[in-house]
């Protein structure tokens, strides 16, 4: 059967994380097609006013997925149709909310990671910042971890979430070009260099996305 994923994000780098992750799935009951919003025609940015990961994740999956039909059984597949989706396909909608908690800094960015210093500020010019607050804490009191929520809405309005993190610390410096967002300075001492130096694969394999996406994936496959 077909499973097809609109992901509730405007953030390319993302669409193509879970891309690759969904790949891993080929040989199970789903065929699965991960679709970005702009795929489907679907504009949303809704207000982030959960207080944690979780929350803003169910008020982004959500606001897409009411934007697409649902009472009406025939309206919902000639939507699904006029999108490219197979009529007879599983449709449901699915949300991430990630970012990076540094306990030197009470949790922070957290949830406002992308909204850090300002929505448009470029990471490189957050990481810097950061790496300035942080100039005189010891390399054991530079603990921190990536989170990423998820959260699947089905059909019905049945929603399901899942997390997944993944532990490091904040190096001294911006290294790697592989990685997007805080990539650059989460330095994992494991494989001794940071996120953004990690091939997609290796890092995909320990991610908090792709831990959060996988036990997603895995309670849906229970279904």
Known sequence: MDLYIILATGNDDKVREVNEIASEYRNGPYRIHVLSMKAVGIDS??????????????????????????????????????????????LIVVADDSGLVID???GMPGIYSAR?????????????????EMKDVPDEKRTARFVAAIAAVLPDGTCYDA?????????????GANGFGYDPFFYLPAYG???????????NKIS??????????????RL
């Not at 999956?61 to 149709?81: E, F, T």
């Not at 850090?116 to 990471?123: A, C, F, I, N, P």
Request: charged share 30%.
């Open 45 to 90: 940015d809704p207000d982030e006013t959960g207080t944690t990961f979780a929350e803003n994740a169910r008020i982004k999956a959500r606001a897409v997925a009411g934007l697409i039909p649902s009472g009406d059984p025939d309206a919902r597949r000639q939507w699904q149709y006029s999108h490219g989706i197979e009529p007879e396909g599983e």
């Open 116 to 132: 850090y210093l300002g929505r448009d500020t470029s990471y490189s010019f957050k990481m810097n910042h950061i790496l300035e």
């Open 208 to 221: 908090h996305r792709g831990k959060g996406i996988r036990a997603m994936f895995d309670q849906l496959e």
């Open 104 to 106: 030197a800094m009470g």
């Open 193 to 203: 260099k940071t996120s953004a130096e990690l091939q997609p694969d290796e890092k």
């Open 163 to 175: 997390t997944g993190t993944m532990e490091g610390r904040i190096g001294h410096e911006i290294c």
